[in-house]
């Protein structure tokens, strides 16, 4: 069998908008949509944004998937629009410290220097932090098959050897959903109050897609489906790490005009991704920047087993997973050995 190493940014597909279509392994989170939707807002009053040259795939998914004023807790995250200057980042990079005690990677690759006459930069930056444990640490079950058989994989269980805490395990796993082996879903259970959700072979072409499929088939569930997990009922989830980065070059020199018939050019637009996943907790830290030029300063019933050893989606959710609720973070595990590092 393989063992399992180090995850690339090529082989992990990161996705600015949960709403563009996703096959193998990806990723998706929210704070580059935090700082697409605070660019609408500041320089087209709201309105989609309208490239001279004419719209992308990417620039209408972005337009699309607004998350929407409350769509994520405050305490999750930190936005700043405004001039790009060196005031601008003290003020983040004290913002983020203070809020998350974290530092960022993403500062240090803009260009900090002033801009040409008669042009403004403008800055629309996100970092979103989070730190979850769960209620009893799961137990350990290492070097376990995944898919076909052909890789060793760290995973975690709700089973305790001598017993004692199996019960308690178990009570943080909620099934959501249980068809069969291959399709099912739970959402775990945390101190903080957020939700892991995983998703047994997700149906949907993009992250949106699933999560309403998940919703939908959940609201379907009967009583049987959903009854807590027993004795004879298994869990078991893999060890996820993985710390990703790109560079939008896409939308990078897309020029497009402000609510003031301004002519603005977006110059950089950078994501990271890291999380990281296991029997205690995990944390999830991601940020987002999108710098721009503009020519004017604007305003600103039976044995179940619940094993997630083959594809699955991961949904982190603040609260309860409900018909309501919207996910800050999305992975599409399809190849493991992309997600766990040692």
């Known amino acids: 069998?393989?063992?399992?190493?180090?995850?690339?940014?090529?082989?992990?597909?990161?996705?600015?908008?949960?709403?563009?279509?996703?096959?193998?392994?990806?990723?998706?989170?929210?704070?580059?949509?935090?700082?697409?939707?605070?660019?609408?807002?500041?320089?087209?009053?709201?309105?989609?944004?309208?490239?001279?040259?004419?719209?992308?795939?990417?620039?209408?998914?972005?337009?699309?998937?607004?998350?929407?004023?409350?769509?994520?807790?405050?305490d999750h995250f930190y936005a700043y629009s405004g001039p790009k200057n060196n005031r601008a980042r003290r003020e983040i990079e004290t913002e983020v410290r203070r809020r998350f005690g974290q530092s960022s990677e993403v500062l240090d690759q803009l260009d900090w220097s002033e801009p040409s006459p008669g042009m403004t930069s403008l800055l629309f930056y996100c970092m979103l932090y989070r730190k979850f444990s769960f209620l009893v640490p799961f137990g350990v079950c290492e070097e376990e098959s995944w898919g076909d058989g052909d890789t060793c994989v760290t995973f975690f269980e709700a089973y305790d050897p001598d017993q004692r805490l199996s019960r308690k395990m178990r009570q943080q796993v909620k099934p959501l959903y249980y068809?069969?082996?291959?399709?099912?879903?739970?959402?775990?259970?945390?101190?903080?109050?957020?939700?892991?959700?995983?998703?047994?072979?997700?149906?949907?072409?993009?992250?949106?897609?699933?999560?309403?499929?998940?919703?939908?088939?959940?609201?379907r569930a009967g009583s049987t489906q959903t009854r807590p997990l027993d004795d004879h009922d298994s869990f078991m989830c893999p060890n996820l790490s993985l710390k990703l980065s790109k560079e939008f070059h896409e939308i990078e020199g897309l020029e497009f005009l402000d609510a003031k018939g301004q002519e603005c050019?977006?110059?950089?637009?950078?994501?990271?991704?890291?999380?990281?996943?296991?029997?205690?907790?995990?944390?999830?830290?991601?940020?987002?920047?999108?710098?721009?030029?503009?020519?004017?300063?604007?305003?600103?019933?039976?044995?179940?087993?619940?094993?997630?050893?083959?594809?699955?989606a991961l949904f982190l959710v603040a609260g309860e997973a409900r018909a309501d609720s919207r996910p800050y973070l999305a992975l599409l595990v399809d190849d493991i050995r992309l997600f766990q590092q040692r």
């Open 1 to 74: 069998m393989t063992s399992v190493g180090g995850n690339a940014d090529r082989g992990i597909e990161v996705v600015a908008s949960d709403v563009q279509a996703v096959r193998g392994s990806a990723a998706w989170c929210a704070t580059m949509q935090v700082c697409w939707d605070n660019m609408m807002e500041t320089l087209c009053d709201g309105g989609p944004l309208n490239p001279l040259g004419g719209t992308s795939e990417l620039v209408r998914a972005l337009n699309a998937s607004r998350l929407g004023r409350g769509a994520l807790p405050k």
């Open 179 to 219: 068809k069969d082996r291959q399709h099912h879903a739970v959402s775990l259970q945390t101190k903080e109050g957020d939700s892991v959700v995983l998703v047994r072979s997700p149906q949907g072409g993009s992250f949106s897609e699933m999560w309403a499929n998940t919703l939908e088939q959940a609201k």
């Open 265 to 312: 050019i977006i110059d950089r637009a950078l994501q990271t991704i890291g999380l990281s996943l296991d029997n205690e907790g995990g944390e999830v830290k991601s940020e987002a920047a999108i710098s721009v030029c503009d020519g004017a300063l604007p305003d600103f019933s039976h044995i179940r087993t619940f094993d997630y050893d083959g594809r699955f």
